[in-house]
């Protein structure tokens, strides 16, 4: 398999991965004032995952031609490029799995209506409805 056939795979493959990465980073940006824990776990997640998908492209067609420049063994080089994206891969999903299940945050007193209870200071009932014979 040539070089550029390779190279083309590799793209084809790990395309699916970016996009879903770049979808997941715009939907935390949506999402940032309705959950920003949440979209900031799941952003900063993504972010990881995608760094993580095209470093290890880069760094795949970049290492083969190091090698053979330098002398080094190829296996050794994707080797050490192997544990690195784990870790990265590691570290992105753990990103996103606490996005997952951070608890929610209580709702903001801005939402909704004002509602007082029977018991605050200051309670007064509401007028009786009017009766009808």
Same mark, same amino acid.
């Given at each position: 398999?040539?070089?550029?056939?390779?190279?083309?795979?590799?793209? @084809?493959?790990?395309?699916? +991965?970016?996009?879903?990465?770049?979808?997941?980073? *715009?939907?935390?940006?949506? !999402? &940032? =004032?309705?959950?920003?824990?949440?979209?900031?776990?799941?952003?900063?997640?993504?972010?990881? @995952?995608?760094?993580?998908? +095209?470093?290890?492209?880069?760094s795949?067609?970049? *290492?083969?031609?190091?090698? !053979? &420049? =330098?002398?080094?063994?190829?296996?050794?080089?994707?080797?050490m490029?192997?544990?690195?994206?784990?870790?990265?891969r590691?570290?992105?999903?753990?990103?996103?799995?606490?996005?997952?299940?951070?608890?929610?945050?209580?709702?903001?007193?801005?939402?909704?209506?004002?509602?007082?209870?029977?018991?605050?200071?200051?309670?007064?009932?509401?007028?009786?409805?009017?009766?009808?014979?």
């Amino acid at each position: 398999m040539s070089a550029s056939v390779f190279d083309n795979l590799i793209l @084809l493959i790990q395309g699916p +991965a970016i996009l879903v990465c770049i979808v997941a980073l *715009v939907l935390s940006l949506v !999402r &940032w =004032r309705r959950h920003p824990t949440r979209s900031a776990l799941a952003f900063a997640g993504s972010l990881v @995952l995608l760094a993580d998908t +095209a470093g290890g492209i880069a760094s795949g067609l970049w *290492v083969r031609d190091f090698a !053979r &420049w =330098r002398g080094i063994s190829v296996v050794h080089a994707f080797v050490m490029i192997s544990i690195m994206n784990e870790v990265l891969r590691t570290v992105g999903l753990s990103l996103l799995v606490a996005a997952i299940f951070k608890s929610r945050e209580p709702a903001t007193p801005e939402m909704g209506f004002p509602v007082r209870m029977s018991d605050a200071p200051g309670y007064r009932p509401p007028p009786a409805p009017p009766r009808y014979r």
